[in-house]
């Protein structure tokens, strides 16, 4: 139940994020996962998601 509760929330959240003209994606450097979200008013944001 829980797998389509997220799978639900992934369509949502994503439908959200590009209405609100953001683009997300991820990248390798260093051995180290990033995730790097850039929006049209607010700027870019990146995080650490873990290891490649």
Same mark, same amino acid.
């Given at each position: 139940? %829980? ?8 369509r *949502? #959240? =994503?439908?959200t !994020? #590009? =209405?609100? +003209?953001? %683009? ?7 051995? #180290? &996962?990033? %995730?790097? !979200?850039?929006?049209?008013? $607010? +700027?870019? !944001? $990146?995080? &650490? *998601? +873990?290891?490649?």
């Open positions: 139940m %829980s797998r389509l509760a997220d799978r639900l929330l992934a *949502i #959240v =994503h439908k !994020t #590009v =209405h609100a +003209g953001c %683009s997300t994606f991820t990248y390798c450097r260093d051995k #180290v &996962k990033y %995730s790097r !979200t850039c929006c049209l008013n $607010e +700027g870019c !944001t $990146e995080k &650490k *998601i +873990g290891k490649c």
